[in-house]
């Protein structure tokens, strides 16, 4: 999945010229947390956040300071053709909210925030579809998520999605999410067949 496909696309923009006043106005009225700072072509200039415009009101009115005095010059961006895993980690590792999405010419064509990639998680693993999970430790064994997936099925289950535990443990988990079922008949036949259901 790209970041072309989760993106929003023509994001609300401001000048460099823009007031504070104007910035927090915009980000309250448009229910939003960043705004991408731009030229008449739409080029980014830089990236401001509305913790940012707050922080900078009380001087800004004292001294005239403007966006372009508290942007970010030089924000983190990321390109619409770029994975969303990608996306992911740049946000997770740099401890930031979003950033703007830029074509080649530098252009604004997006942001992508931190909600838009829990938005993605959540639809990719089906959190809010009316559901259960099961947490399964599949142990060592090469085909034993094969084995776990047809236990699952042949007991009426239908698996929505799964996903695995990425840190190291002793455990191989994986968590399943199914179509709303009776599970106490697949836990049963997952442990008659030795797997550990962890939840």
Known sequence: MRVRSLMIKDPVTISDRTSVQEAIHLMQTNS???LPVVDRSKK???WV????MKQGLLPAMV???SVADLMIKDPITIDPETDV???????????IGGMPVVDDDN???????????LNAFINIMGILTNGVRLDVN???EPDGFEKVSRIIHDQGGEIISVGIAA???DKKIYYFRLKRCLVEPIIKALKDHGYEVIS
């Open 107 to 117: 252009k604004v064509v997006g942001i992508m925030t931190v909600a838009d990639l």
């Open 138 to 140: 599949v142990g060592e």
């Open 32 to 34: 939003i947390r960043h």
């Open 49 to 52: 956040t509305l913790a940012d």
């Open 63 to 65: 001294t005239g300071l």
């Open 44 to 46: 980014l200039l830089g």
């Open 167 to 169: 840190h190291r443990t």
């Open 85 to 95: 895993e990608e996306a992911a980690r740049i946000i997770y590792e740099k401890k």
